[in-house]
């Protein structure tokens, strides 16, 4: 039998946009937020009718141009990182070309995973809905590498699929290559999808979590980012607490004990 906190829910909040977003590291050169899920980075074709951004909201928020040095998906969450000025930016968008930041992102998955892997699987590429495609470019497929770790699971009483009970995972991922849509790519591809993932998840298991916990967003967080800084080229190590409906998730499936604190702090504490 469920415990009280895993009872069925009628209620489901939409994703909300918080007034002013929260500021992880601020200097003279480099702004770090957390971003929410369901925020895009910046303007995009594919979401015309969407009017709040992350470089817009920042920009207001802080009263000067921002410019992002890498994009997070609409649907994940946790660290994103901004210069201050168009020299910051270069440097820090070498760094992430250059494959020399270190992302570690947290993820619920479908099912049971290995306890530790990689999944090396080369990637076709999928493109931005502004990247200019030339003579010269390729829609080979490029190599991708994604470490995981699974570091808890569940099993809940409930059918899905042909199966009579669920099972569920949470996962730490560490990218090596930083192709388009990697871990939810490489996920899928070894049949453990991110829930709430509506493109490449299951809608069945995405459906329950929004029954079981209200959960409406994909459950994949950047929880830590570590990168050298631009001017003064001291190492940054830069953590987003999870939050809102990941945090929630953890709680309820009582798998915070399997977490670092930094990566479930007092940003879920007083949540309602």
């Known amino acids: 039998m469920l415990p009280a906190r895993l009872a069925?829910?009628?209620?489901?909040?939409?994703?909300?946009?918080?007034?002013?977003?929260?500021?992880l590291y601020q200097d003279d050169h480099v702004v770090?937020?957390?971003k929410p899920a369901g925020l895009l980075v910046h303007r995009?074709?594919?979401?015309r009718h969407e009017t709040r951004f992350a470089v817009q909201l920042l920009r207001d928020q802080l009263?000067?141009?921002?410019?992002?040095?890498?994009?997070?998906?609409?649907?994940?969450?946790?660290?994103?990182?901004?210069?201050?000025?168009k020299d910051g930016a270069r440097h820090?968008?070498?760094?992430?070309?250059?494959?020399?930041?270190?992302?570690?992102?947290?993820?619920?998955?479908?099912?049971?995973?290995?306890?530790?892997?990689?999944?090396?699987?080369?990637?076709?590429?999928?493109?931005?809905?502004?990247?200019?495609?030339?003579?010269?470019?390729?829609d080979e497929a490029q190599d991708a590498i994604t470490d995981f770790r699974r570091l808890a699971t569940c099993?809940?009483?409930h059918a899905v699929d042909r199966y009579p009970t669920s099972r569920y995972a949470l996962v730490e991922l560490t990218p090596r290559t930083g192709r388009r849509?990697?871990?939810?790519?490489?996920?899928?591809?070894?049949?453990?999808?991110?829930i709430g993932d509506a493109t490449f998840g299951k809608g069945r298991h995405n459906r329950l979590f929004q029954e079981l916990f209200g959960c409406q967003r994909m459950l994949l967080a950047c929880a830590r980012m570590q990168l050298v800084h631009p001017v003064n080229g001291q190492p940054l190590d830069l953590f987003a607490p999870l939050d809102g409906d990941f945090a929630r998730v953890v709680d309820a499936l009582g798998w915070q004990a399997?977490?670092?604190?930094?990566?479930?702090?007092?940003?879920?504490a007083g949540a309602t």
């Open 63 to 85: 009263g000067r141009h921002v410019h992002p040095a890498h994009r997070l998906d609409r649907g994940t969450s946790g660290v994103l990182v901004f210069a201050l000025d």
């Open 32 to 34: 770090v937020i957390h």
């Open 181 to 194: 849509h990697q871990i939810r790519r490489h996920l899928k591809h070894i049949a453990h999808p991110i």
């Open 92 to 138: 820090l968008g070498g760094q992430f070309e250059r494959q020399e930041v270190s992302k570690t992102y947290l993820a619920v998955v479908r099912g049971h995973p290995a306890e530790q892997g990689r999944i090396d699987h080369a990637l076709t590429r999928r493109r931005d809905d502004a990247e200019w495609v030339g003579s010269r470019s390729t």
């Open 155 to 157: 099993e809940l009483p």
């Open 44 to 47: 995009s074709e594919l979401d």
């Open 258 to 268: 399997a977490l670092p604190s930094a990566f479930f702090t007092s940003l879920y």
């Open 8 to 23: 069925r829910s009628g209620t489901q909040s939409p994703v909300t946009i918080p007034p002013m977003l929260p500021i």
